[in-house]
């Protein structure tokens, strides 16, 4: 959900100030005061969409409405769905018609399905992020500047921050940087004794990051340091893995749910409730789905509309995920108005044990890395054998098939045979024992009992 933090990316002082006490007192509201704040940021969005975003402009043309037909979010269901292939296949219809006075970042995403997906995201949203973690990890105790550890990939993939090893302390934000790459019986009391040193009192991690870690640690006789928090985000947490990464640290790890393209969020409270943040963007559930015998919570797909994204607005995307909700769901003991969120289906991915040991669960970030490739999937068939499989772009530029082979070299190392099969169609990558992920492994990983 989050990109790398930088300065030049968040310095909006003022912006940033007036979100964060709007944010504060927002939780606080009650439900009619929500909807009424997420209803006006609604109006704003769909008029910008329906005057200069080509496809909306087609859109609302075709149905015969107008912006004034969309006053609330019950009124969206006028609207189709979203597809993420529609987005994929007409990325350049969505952008609106004055998307450089918003400073736009082009981003890029494989997301859970290997599908690369690419979009703008106004470049204040990293404001909305920032205050929308602020306010999140402040139900731990976070204040801004404290120590916090956190394990990162992308960050140690960039040629320029190669040297940094396994460890990078960014001055000036009480963050220090882990390379999850790193994650082996070998490294793990150096990454250890870093967060120590540190005197880290939070931990940002993967789930499947985290669990790695300190299932590592205990395999070694090795005591974490004691945290006040841990924050999980990116995958699904599963109960074992909160059990192990709780009892390690001695708090609580407090999940949080997002996409690449900020249209919603969700956040867990200390009343272990997960919380639509619905002042960061409008979660919509659409069409329940069959419900299991016996089972008295329903399931249904996730849909997400932007409230702040003005360079590519989107309206009822669906996300691609699935969420858990009870009907009879009252208002949380926590006394935050927002509303209550069961489990989400999301991301779920293998690790890959290399040949030197170490465990690597973010290899699903690799395909992001290289440019021209429009989906991916990997299998370890063996120990000291990755398989990986993938799809070019008609535009894929010449070399792709070396760059992907060198960033999957940074992942797995030296000692792992890598090969690179190129099919013709999205259609031959899907193979459904793999459950659609885009890892998986057939090699036994050691600690994930």
């Not at 209550?340 to 395909?367: K, M, N, S």
Request: with cysteine.
């Amino acid at each position: 959900m989050s990109v790398e933090f930088r300065f030049s990316d968040f310095f909006y002082p003022a912006s940033l100030l007036k979100l964060r006490y709007a944010f504060e007192r927002n939780q606080w509201r009650s439900t009619a005061d929500l909807k009424a704040y997420q209803d006006e940021r609604l109006r704003a969005i769909v008029q910008h969409a329906a005057a200069r975003v080509p496809y909306y402009r087609e859109l609302f043309r075709r149905l015969g409405i107008s912006p004034a037909d969309i006053r609330t979010a019950s009124d969206l269901r006028r609207l189709p769905i979203l597809a993420k292939s529609t987005l994929r296949s007409r990325v350049l219809a969505f952008r609106s018609d004055d998307f450089s006075a918003y400073h736009p970042m082009a981003m890029s995403t494989s997301g859970s399905s290997g599908r690369r997906l690419n979009f703008l995201l106004d470049r204040k949203t990293n404001v909305l992020e920032f205050a929308y973690y602020w306010r999140h990890w402040g139900c731990a105790g976070y204040r801004l500047g404290d120590p916090f550890a956190e394990f990162s990939t992308t960050f140690f993939l960039k040629p320029e921050n190669a040297e940094h090893g396994f460890a990078y302390k960014q001055v000036g934000t009480g963050r220090l940087l882990l390379n999850s790459l790193y994650l082996s019986p070998r490294n793990v009391d150096a990454l250890c004794e870093q967060m120590k040193r540190h005197r880290a009192r939070f931990l940002k991690a993967l789930p499947s990051v985290a669990y790695a870690f300190v299932r590592l640690l205990a395999s070694r006789g090795l005591r974490p340091p004691h945290l006040d928090g841990v924050f999980s985000t990116g995958e699904v947490l599963f109960p074992h893995q909160r059990r192990a990464i709780e009892t390690a640290f001695g708090c609580r790890v407090l999940e949080s749910y997002g996409h690449m393209e900020r249209v919603i969020a969700a956040s867990e409270c200390p009343r272990g409730h997960l919380h639509v943040n619905s002042d960061y963007g409008l979660l919509e559930l659409g069409a329940p789905l069959p419900r299991a015998a016996g089972c008295r919570l329903r399931r249904a797909p996730i849909l997400g509309t932007t409230l702040y994204n003005f360079s590519m607005p989107l309206i009822r995307y669906d996300t691609g995920d699935v969420a858990e909700y009870d009907e009879r769901q009252g208002p949380c003991a926590c006394g935050r108005g927002f509303p209550v969120l069961g489990r989400v289906e999301g991301r779920q991915e293998d690790a890959i044990v290399t040949p030197d040991g170490r465990i690597v669960t973010t290899l699903f970030l690799a395909f992001d890395q290289v440019p021209g490739i429009q989906m991916g999937r990997i299998v370890q068939e063996a120990p000291d054998l990755l398989v990986a499989q993938a799809v070019k772009t008609p535009s894929a530029p010449r070399g792709s098939e070396q760059l992907l082979c060198r960033v999957l070299r940074k992942f797995v190392g030296p000692s792992m045979r890598i090969q690179l099969d190129f099919v013709d169609r999205e259609e031959d990558l899907w193979n459904p024992a793999r459950k659609d992920r885009v890892v998986h492994s057939k090699v036994q990983v050691p600690m994930a009992a």
